[in-house]
Every structure is written in structure tokens, then in C-alpha cells.
């Protein structure tokens, strides 16, 4: 099923490109299932044109030229990485990230592609006033990383109300490295549940990165990003499970012809079954491994 993820990060740099590659990557793919595409939506500028020394005239600022005449899809701006995951990358340099940021969200290019492709979006800082704010306001599931640092979850603490729109939006908290606490103990304290852990693995995030290195089998992270990725399908699946359609009126309780509820003195309410009583949408990962072979550099690693 298609949708909107977008990750990001209250402040500091704990990985957030990487992440949306991994997760990219790992994103399970079922049969007839949306493709999957990572989108470089960070406005303080992109890393995947320089770690890959891919072509800067295919990306963020050419979706954003084609997006002003109004022709808002990802043909022809979409590149795919050694290994397969494919990505919108972004300009480096801030000011044309930025600009290419503001028109995509100014069109609703990237909510509209999402509408049949699993987007994927690095979102970078995630603030009020930030060009990728546009992009958070539509999303349909949040990620937000942060190391299981006091100083770091207190700082997501204090966003909570606004990282989840006041209850509104379905947000989760990703940790890169182990915590001391419990993951419960973590989630009731910081208000958000927890999608998962990333191990401390700089080769495999080196890896991502497009450095070369020799390891071939997947490594933790990868295996986690595998993990976390199944979970959040799952959760965007239920997310955007359509609502049933209304029952019909018993004819025993239609208003007689002519009449209005104004006139008949009283309304009948029709309920939607379970609309009443929303459930929690968080399922867990259980186990999955991503098969998807990824190369960097010269060799092969799944």
C-alpha cells in the first residue's frame, strides 16, 4: 500500500539520510504492492548526490521545474542506487534544496505521489518553520530518531504535543543505540511509541553512506532497518485502511415523503461500525530480514 513516511529528527544529526535509505531499502515489498522511493525532502540541502556522485540534474530540483507547469509525478527524476533502492536526491547546496522544497510541498507534488508510490521522506530537522514542515503536515506516519540520551528524549518530550499534531497524528520514536531503560519504560516516559533500535554499526552505515567496505552478508543494521521497515508497513497499512461505507436507512426508519427532520421534530443517528472506538495502529516488527541486495562500492551486501 502506498503513503507518506517522513523522517526526521528534533535536533542533532543521528543519521536521518541513512535511515531513509535503510528503510527504503528494507521496505517489504509484497505482490502488486506500490514501489517504494526514498525523496531527499531536507531543506538544509542533500547527501545522496555526493556519496554516490550521482547527476545533479536528476532529483529534487527537476521534480520541482516539471511540478511549476503542473505535472506533478516522479518519472524522470527518480534514481536508482547500486542495488536498487531509488531515490529523489537533493541538491547539496541549502538555498536550492530549500527552493526545490518549498515548490514541491507548494504543489502538493510529493502528497500526490505518494498517492500510489510508498515515499519514503528525509525531512531533516523536523521544526515549525522549516521548508519540510509542509511535508510533515501530510504524512501518514512520522519517525522520529533520537538517542536514548536524557538530553535527547527530553527534548522530544517537550515536542510530543507537536510532533503527533495533538493526538492527530500517528508519530513514532526510532533509537539509534541501545537505551538503558526498558523500550515500555522509554515509550511512557517520552509519550510516543517505540518502532525500534538501531544498533551501533558504522560499517553498515558506512555502507549506506557508499563507502566501500567487505562485508557482504547483512549486517545489524541493515537487519534492523529490515525489523523497524516491516513494522512500519504494517502500521501505514492499517493507517490507510479505508473506512466502510455507510449502512443503508431501514426503510422502517425513513422519514416519510415530504417530511424533513425539521419537520418530523427528531433525527436518527447512524453509527459507523468501530468509528466510535479508534484502535491503537503500532504493531511490531517480527523478525523479517530484508532481501534486498544492496552494492556499494564494488561488491555485493544484502
Keep these: 500500500m502506498s503513503g507518506l513516511v517522513a523522517v526526521g529528527a528534533v535536533k542533532g544529526s543521528p543519521g536521518v539520510t541513512t535511515t531513509a535509505l535503510g528503510l527504503a531499502a528494507g521496505w517489504p515489498m509484497r505482490p502488486g504492492g506500490a514501489p517504494v522511493v526514498a525523496v531527499e525532502a531536507d531543506p538544509s540541502g542533500g547527501d545522496v548526490l555526493g556519496w554516490y556522485e550521482l547527476p545533479g540534474s536528476i532529483g529534487l530540483v527537476s521534480w520541482a521545474a516539471q511540478a511549476r507547469s503542473g505535472q506533478l509525478g516522479l518519472s524522470g527524476h527518480v534514481q536508482r542506487l547500486p542495488g536498487g533502492v531509488e531515490v529523489v536526491a537533493a541538491p547539496v547546496e541549502a538555498t536550492a534544496a530549500r ?117 557482504r552478508a547483512p549486517g545489524p543494521l541493515a537487519r534492523a532497518y529490515g525489523l523497524v521497515a516491516r513494522g512500519l508497513a504494517e502500521q501505514l497499512a492499517d493507517r490507510r485502511v479505508p473506512l466502510p461505507p455507510l449502512p443503508a436507512v431501514p426503510d422502517a426508519l425513513a422519514l416519510p415523503r415530504g417530511t424533513t427532520g425539521a419537520s418530523a421534530g427528531r433525527t436518527a443517528a447512524v453509527l459507523v461500525p468501530g468509528a466510535s472506538s479508534p484502535e491503537a495502529q503500532t504493531q511490531e516488527g517480527s523478525g523479517w530480514v530484508p532481501s534486498t541486495t544492496v552494492r556499494h562500492g564494488r561488491g555485493e551486501r544484502r
Design 99 to 215: 527552493g526545490a522544497v518549498e515548490v514541491l510541498t507548494g504543489t502538493g507534488a510529493i502528497r500526490a505521489a505518494a498517492d500510489t508510490v510508498t515515499v519514503v521522506a528525509d525531512v531533516g530537522r523536523v521544526d515549525p518553520w522549516s521548508a519540510a514542515a509542509p511535508v510533515v503536515a501530510v504524512c501518514d506516519l512520522l519517525v522520529i530518531l533520537a538517542r536514548p540520551v536524557p538530553v535527547e528524549l527530553a527534548r522530544v518530550v517537550g515536542r510530543e504535543a507537536d510532533l503527533t499534531a495533538a493526538g492527530r497524528r500517528e508519530c513514532v520514536l526510532l533509537l539509534v543505540g541501545e537505551p538503558a531503560w526498558p523500550l515500555d519504560r522509554v515509550a511512557e516516559s517520552v509519550g510516543l511509541p517505540v518502532a525500534g533500535v538501531l544498533p551501533e554499526d558504522p560499517r553498515g552505515a558506512g555502507l549506506i553512506a557508499g563507502r566501500p567496505g567487505g562485508r
